[in-house]
């Protein structure tokens, strides 16, 4: 049981650059997260998908995309790289745990745009 | 706007000591579910405790424990008889419908 991964763990994008980050849960959760997590500051959320099939926009959109592909998997799309996304991504997949709506979390991926 | 705040940038506890770490949030939702997760230098989130927002008791987890005081929307955490592997940076966040937001943290010392 590995929880959430992500893949890849570290990347480098020039200014214009597309890229794809991968995040898979095998919890059998319905909802699905991305966050970015810039220093000094806490999560924000990105886009959400509350079950397969929908997406959402969360706090701060603008410049990605997201496909939820399957129940497992949830993908972040950035098409056009900007310096302002140098930052710590993270995927997020919620479940009950007791009463409790509960977000876990993969280890992140850190994006560097030049 | 929901909001979460915590007050303390940096704290620091001698180690076996208790430190209380603050947090206040900003809602006007009755029904709502407020977290404490530890991020430790390896940057993964890592869940300590939580409280459903309609339960008076407060949650306990071993050496964790919150002081929930609903009216005042505040949620400290305690960490009891405080370890090295204590020593991380800590979030509290606020969680209503989908939506989790969370504060600024707070960074831990655990001095030997």
């Known amino acids: 049981n590995a929880g959430v991964t992500q893949t890849p763990k570290f990347q480098v994008l020039k200014t214009g650059q597309s890229m794809t980050l991968q995040c898979a849960q095998d919890?059998?959760?319905?909802?699905m997260y991305w966050y970015r997590q810039d220093p000094g500051m806490g999560l924000r959320l990105i886009y959400y998908?509350?079950?397969?099939?929908?997406?959402d926009k969360g706090e701060v959109p603008n410049g990605y995309n997201v496909s939820r592909l399957n129940k497992r998997e949830f993908s972040l799309r950035l098409e056009s790289a900007a310096p302002s996304q140098t930052s710590v991504y993270f995927c997020a997949s919620s479940g009950l745990a007791g009463e409790i709506e509960t977000q876990y979390f993969g280890p992140g991926t850190r994006l560097l745009v030049l | 706007a929901q909001t979460v705040t915590q007050s303390q940038p940096e704290m620091s506890v001698q180690e076996a000591e208790t430190v209380t770490l603050s947090c206040t949030y900003d809602?006007?939702?009755?029904?709502?579910?407020l977290f404490w997760y530890k991020q430790p230098p390896s940057r993964q989130m890592i869940l300590v405790i939580r409280?459903?927002?309609?339960?008076?008791q407060n949650a306990t987890e071993n050496r964790f424990s919150v002081n929930f005081q609903k009216a005042a929307k505040s949620f400290s955490l305690k960490i009891s008889d405080s370890q090295l592997g204590d020593a991380a940076m800590y979030f509290c966040a606020y969680l209503v419908g989908n939506m989790l937001t969370f504060g600024g943290g707070t960074r831990l010392m655990v001095k030997p």
């Open positions: 998908s509350a079950s397969e099939g929908t997406t």
């Open positions: 809602t006007s939702e009755s029904d709502y579910y």
């Open positions: 919890m059998n959760h319905n909802s």
């Open positions: 409280q459903e927002a309609y339960k008076q």
